[in-house]
């Protein structure tokens, strides 16, 4: 099969697959799961995204007799299969799985295609028939495997099996919910195994990949999560204990799971915890919708001849903030670079030299973008005040959190903190706390896990982080945090301070 693949891949090129998500599940998995499935008693299985036949091969090599149908939208990769001449009486249409309404299969086995629905042609008719068939709406930000399971666990019949092979990130997103939901309603959620030793399936997924076994029939027991690091380990995995095994009732859709993946990750109890929002709220940062438009470098400025109150300073990217602590001095630097640092707030009315600049952007069409052209003028900008703590919203290896001294304001590459009431007095310690290694690790857990190296944090999720109460603050008066933030400019706190923070969740 291997081989068989190499070749495939040889002729079509990587482009080609990607465009059509088709990356092939490795022999033992393939052998695996459609084994689960058998078990279940069947005599035939279907696969809704065929490609080059990983699970029908796995089929014949298990049981002999089983019927094998399929569904595959490609004709190229389907005749490359055909080419081989190994159907073994396999019924495989060539046709879009998604458009495909109504029929019932006794065990679905499948490696779905993984990509966005933003590029799928057609995508408006097949939200319009999952609403139509399944009563269910999804969400604009639905990844194309979801979908399939979705569709799939509908279409099992009584006492079926299914096993999908796909990145698990739906398990703690908002569009997840509604999938969660269906396999919760409808049936036995078995398990769901996190493969920590297989990236190769899935190259581009930045997630973590994983098994979904699924069973059509009143739900009986609880749910287990395993996690599974060497592919050796995943054929006796059933066999072993779980890292959490978690009862139907207390599984709830709109919750993330996971977490449930990892043993004794639930946030700490501690009565000197409280939410973020206690203090103020982190919100997204300034969506221009256009940046090449109204990003602009320092020469830029001054070559368009625009007036210093028409610009303001502003964090554009991620890369520009080194360091914990930002100050002016390190915005001038940025600015003696000729960063991209400012953003255009045109005048009302704007001055000759804005209105000139502002009709060129409109001849290249920026003031028909989709967040522009909501906008009244489309050029003006929400005002916003500079955030004393800024946190990336995407990070690797742990988050980026900053300590904002200067008057830049920030986009969308870091949320912002504005303190509220009497929020504004701890500031300083918030942002210590967050730099912490009982802050870091406190706060790791209350938000989105995309995977081992990557996170995407939302400015909700923060809200809700767990940081120490103000009473709990107070013991560290501002002066002692004003020397500690000297320690922070070189990213990382003293060791006392370090030490004071662990008594909060160990006392
Ligand atoms: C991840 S590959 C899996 C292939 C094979 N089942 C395996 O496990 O190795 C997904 C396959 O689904 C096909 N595909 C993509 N979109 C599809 C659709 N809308 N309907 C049916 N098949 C689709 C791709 O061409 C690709 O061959």
Request: overall charge neutral.
């Amino acid at each position: 099969m291997s081989e068989f693949s190499a070749r495939y891949g040889e002729r079509v090129g990587l482009e080609r697959r990607k465009q059509f998500g088709q990356f092939f599940t490795p022999e033992p998995i393939a052998r695996w799961m459609v084994r689960w499935v058998l078990a279940g008693g069947a005599g035939r299985v279907y696969d809704p995204a065929f490609g080059l036949g990983a699970f029908h091969q796995a089929a014949g090599e298990i049981a002999e007799g089983v019927a094998f149908e399929g569904s595959e939208v490609d004709p190229v990769i389907l005749g490359f299969w055909r080419a081989r001449g190994d159907e073994n009486g396999a019924v495989v249409r060539q046709e879009d799985y998604l458009r495909a309404w109504g029929r019932q299969w006794p065990a679905i086995v499948c490696n779905p295609p993984y990509r966005r629905f933003q590029k799928f042609l057609g995508r408006e008719e097949v939200f319009a028939a999952f609403e139509e068939h399944l009563g269910v709406k999804l969400s604009g930000y639905t990844n194309i495997a979801s979908a399939f399971l979705l569709k799939s666990i509908s279409e099992l019949c009584d006492g079926g099996r299914l096993a999908y092979i796909l990145p698990l990130e739906f398990l703690n997103t908002g569009y997840g919910a509604v999938v969660k939901r269906q396999m919760l309603a409808r049936g036995q959620l078995h398990a769901i195994i996190r493969l920590d030793c297989e990236k190769a399936a899935f190259p581009d997924v930045v997630t973590s990949v994983g098994i979904l076994l699924f069973e059509k029939r009143a739900p009986r027991f609880p749910t287990r999560f395993y996690v599974v690091s060497r592919l050796d380990a995943l054929e006796t995995v059933l066999d072993t204990p779980p890292v959490n095994s978690i009862p139907p009732e207390e599984l709830r859709p709109g919750e993330k799971w996971l977490r449930h993946f990892e043993a004794g990750t639930l946030p700490p109890r501690s009565p000197h915890l409280v939410p973020l929002s206690t203090y103020g709220t982190f919100s997204r940062g300034i969506a221009t919708g256009a940046n090449a438009f109204f990003v602009l470098r320092p020469s830029q400025v001054t070559a368009l001849g625009l007036a210093p109150e028409e610009v303001v300073p502003c964090i554009t990217r991620s890369v520009q903030i080194r360091d914990p602590l930002f100050t002016e001095s390190e915005f001038r630097r940025l600015v003696e670079e000729d960063a991209p640092v400012y953003l255009l707030r045109a005048g009302d009315p704007p001055s000759a030299a804005a209105a000139c600049y502002i009709r060129r952007g409109e001849a290249e069409g920026y003031h028909r973008r989709y967040l522009t052209r909501f906008r009244d003028p489309w050029y003006r900008l929400e005002r916003r005040r500079p955030a004393p703590i800024l946190f990336g919203a995407f990070s690797r290896d742990g988050y980026k959190v900053i300590r904002n001294h200067s008057q830049a304001l920030n986009l969308t590459c870091y949320h912002g903190f504005q303190p509220a009431g009497q929020g504004a007095r701890y500031v300083e310690r918030l942002f210590l706390y967050l730099l912490s290694r009982v802050g870091r690790e406190t706060v790791a857990l209350n938000v989105r896990q995309y995977g081992a190296a990557l996170g995407k944090y939302e400015p909700n999720d923060l809200n809700q982080a767990l940081v120490p109460s103000m009473e709990w603050l107070d013991r560290l008066d501002e002066e002692q945090a004003a020397v500690e933030i000297e320690h922070a400019r070189h990213g990382y706190l003293s060791s006392e301070m370090e030490a004071l923070f662990e008594t909060l969740i160990d006392p």
